[in-house]
């Protein structure tokens, strides 16, 4: 679902600014984003330049301080925890730096976590996870914990488990960071696809590599996007 | 997946630490059980007890306890007026006193010894031979049997002792009826008992109207209320007792530090249970704060992981609490084993009595502290600031 002028996310100005005991810190200062269906954006920046502070602002699990936020032309900074919670349960795919699955369930059952607390029911559930199994490749690895999964293996399920809801958009947080090149290229070339199927993308990434797939590349600093180019 | 099927998983993730919690309540609610049992236990068994000796009221000459105070001077004739109240079926008198039965050995079988007369069956249960008739007739009960190889018809001599002051009476020599149960007997105790006028025989024979006690049984039409009501209208001068305001004197007297003691066990073994699952949980969610926040931010509602944890809770309690059960049963039996061999306690006297509401009590409060164990750990996950979360742990 988008808006009228097909926007899944239109933030206007948005600040976000963290007190600290030493005083104020501003991670992210007056950001304008217009997030698209089919958007492929990469955000780069060095450390602490605010990227995943906007990541996570963009995925309604921060709220920014001050400016809108626009999701599906819901102002987000209205809702409650509980419906930020659903918009992010059927809206949003979250691809974690580290993975985050969950150790003591099957790849099959990770993927099916979001579905289940979703009330997918169990039937299309259990249907759409062996959909997503085969398009990540790992239908052979449906009944394997994330133990006995390599990294890239855990990073495809991952990208399942996002995908799970059927989000209009998925935010990945150094998708690549903790994988070798060879095994990051294949997660980037997953995306890739994922994103050519008709989800938003939003990566952060220190990677030029991964950045250059992008059709969008904003560049932070300070908190600010300090330029924008077409990847 | 509902927050009950996850928490299981969570648990089974960890089995070492979830076999810690389950094992540490179990033995937690074992002895919270047992205190919840010690709590009314010896109140039960005192009433069951003075309910199966048949009689339902006891009149003393004072508020002293039977054999403790001063004797009713006319016991046989009071006993006599009380049975001919319309709302009292019988009434015997009672007297204790001690003997030493002549057993060839030098210091002879110190035995108790009671005397009784009255329109009622005897206090007792004759399991061999008969009762007592007329004449120099006793029974005597199984550990004393045992003890002087006697058995119906056999004759022995006993030398009694029936006020505190040191008595050098002459023996006297008994035919053993049969052998009985008393009700009020002590695990290893011996007893013999005679009529009240065979008893006042061995005392010298000048007391043979004496008694401790008269015990009453009231008519059913009537009830022991009432029947107090007019033994204590009939002879002013003694003390009437119920059976519940017997029971209730015990409560209120000696009972109380029992009643005490398992207070104050049972709510440091509460706290110590809530202290240990809430370590067990936080420790748990501390190691998984990660995996949390991406639930959270994958859409989890702040509500369904709080009872990812609550549910948590619920089977380490639960799991322990069932185990407790059986554990509790069999340390009860061992500890009532242990405190009926304090000197003086009736063998049917029981510490730890089972009754079903200890066990509603022992769930309601298992049930508390799976809450309250809970609080902090459903605390920490209620509050997790997800952006930060993710952030630290990738610092991290």
Not at chain 1, 176 to 184: P, Q, S, V, Y
Not at chain 2, 132 to 143: L, P, Q
Not at chain 2, 331 to 341: E, P, S
Request: proline fraction near 5%; charge should be neutral; charged fraction near 20%.
């Amino acid at each position: 679902m988008t808006t009228a002028n097909g926007q899944i996310v239109a933030a206007t100005h948005i600040s976000r600014i963290f007190p600290m005991p030493a005083g104020p810190v501003t991670a992210v200062a007056d950001v304008t984003l217009r997030i698209a269906p089919g958007d492929h954006i990469a955000i780069r920046g060095p450390s602490g330049c605010g990227k995943s502070t906007l990541l996570h602002i963009l995925g309604c699990v921060e709220t920014p301080s001050s400016g809108t936020l626009l999701f599906n032309g819901n102002d987000v900074t209205r809702l409650s925890d509980r419906q930020r919670s659903l918009l992010r349960l059927r809206s949003i795919g979250f691809v974690f730096q580290r993975f985050f699955l969950l150790p003591m369930l099957t790849a099959a059952e990770n993927i099916e976590l979001p579905q289940s607390e979703a009330n997918v029911p169990k039937a299309e559930r259990r249907q759409r996870t062996r959909e997503l199994l085969e398009y990540v490749g790992l239908a052979a690895r449906a009944d394997h914990r994330p133990s006995e999964l390599s990294g890239g293996e855990m990073q495809r399920v991952a990208i399942a488990r996002a995908l799970a809801n059927r989000p209009g958009l998925l935010l990945a947080d150094e998708p690549t960071g903790e994988l070798d090149r060879a095994t990051g290229e294949q997660i980037a070339a997953l995306l890739d696809r994922v994103n050519a199927d008709g989800t938003a993308l939003v990566i952060v990434t220190h990677d030029p590599a991964l950045a250059e797939r992008s059709t969008r590349v904003l560049t932070m600093r300070d908190g600010r996007i300090e330029d924008e180019t077409a990847g | 997946m509902n927050a009950m099927g996850f928490a299981w998983r969570s648990l089974v993730r960890q089995p070492a630490r979830a076999s810690l919690g389950v094992l540490g309540v179990a033995a937690v609610g074992a002895l919270l059980f047992d205190m919840l049992l010690l709590s009314q236990g010896l109140v039960i068994s005192m009433r069951g007890l003075l309910e199966r000796t048949g009689f339902d009221l006891r009149v003393t000459a004072t508020d002293a306890l039977p054999g403790s105070g001063p004797l009713i001077p006319d016991a046989v004739a009071d006993a006599r007026a009380i049975a001919t109240l319309p709302s009292v079926r019988s009434a015997i008198a009672l007297r204790f006193a001690n003997a030493v039965v002549l057993d060839g050995s030098a210091r002879g079988l110190y035995t108790s010894f009671q005397g009784v007369e009255g329109t009622a069956t005897h206090p007792w249960t004759i399991l061999q031979g008969r009762d007592i008739g007329g004449g120099a007739e006793v029974v005597i009960n199984e550990n004393a049997a045992t003890r002087l190889h006697a058995g119906p018809g056999a004759r022995i001599m006993l030398r009694a002792s029936c006020t505190n002051e040191e008595q050098a009476l002459p023996p006297v020599a008994f035919t053993v009826a049969g052998i009985a149960q008393f009700p009020f007997d002590t695990l290893n105790g011996t007893t013999v008992a005679a009529s009240l006028a065979q008893l006042g025989e061995a005392c010298g024979g000048n007391e043979s109207s004496e008694a401790d006690v008269i015990m009453v049984a009231s008519q059913e039409s009537a009830g022991p209320d009432a029947a107090v009501a007019d033994v204590a209208k009939l002879l002013p001068g003694l003390r009437v007792l119920s059976n519940a305001e017997a029971v209730n004197r015990f409560e209120r007297g000696g009972f109380t530090y029992f009643r005490q003691i398992s207070t104050v066990l049972t709510t440091v073994t509460l706290a110590f249970a809530v202290l240990l699952i809430t370590v067990l949980l936080t420790v748990s969610i501390n190691q998984r704060l990660g995996e949390i926040a991406a639930l959270r931010a994958l859409g989890f509602s702040r509500w369904r992981v709080v009872a990812d944890v609550f549910c948590e809770s619920v089977l380490i309690v639960g799991g322990g609490g069932l185990l407790s059960l059986p554990l509790g049963g069999l340390l009860a039996v061992g500890l009532d084993g242990i405190l009926k061999r304090i000197p003086g306690i009736p063998a049917d006297v029981h510490f730890f009595v089972f009754q079903p509401s200890a066990l509603q009590l022992h769930l309601l409060l298992l049930a508390a502290t799976a809450v309250i164990a809970a609080l902090y750990p459903i605390r920490i996950v209620a509050r997790l600031p997800i952006a930060a979360t993710l952030r630290d742990e990738v610092v991290g």
